[in-house]
């Protein structure tokens, strides 16, 4: 993908005022791609109760 210089700059502007978003996006993506891609089906029962936990968690 070649990017123009007024792209590369308004890109880096973007990820210097979105730190935080950018960072949630990719440890999203990471979690995702675990799960399709390496989970085992001890990590897949170890996730759900952790999916679990959270929602409790976030119902409070």
Do not use: C, G, P
């Not at 007024?6 to 996006?25: P, T, V």
């Not at 791609?33 to 089906?41: E, V």
């Not at 999916?51 to 119902?59: E, V």
Request: glycine share 0%; net charge positive; hydrophobic share 30%.
């Amino acid at each position: 993908m070649v990017e123009s210089l007024s792209q590369k700059k308004a890109s880096k502007k973007w990820n210097e005022k979105n730190r935080e978003h950018r960072s949630y996006l990719t440890s999203r993506s990471s979690a995702r791609s675990f799960i399709r891609n390496k989970a085992t089906l001890d990590d897949l029962l170890e996730l759900e109760q952790l999916i679990n936990d959270r929602r409790k968690q976030l119902d409070s």
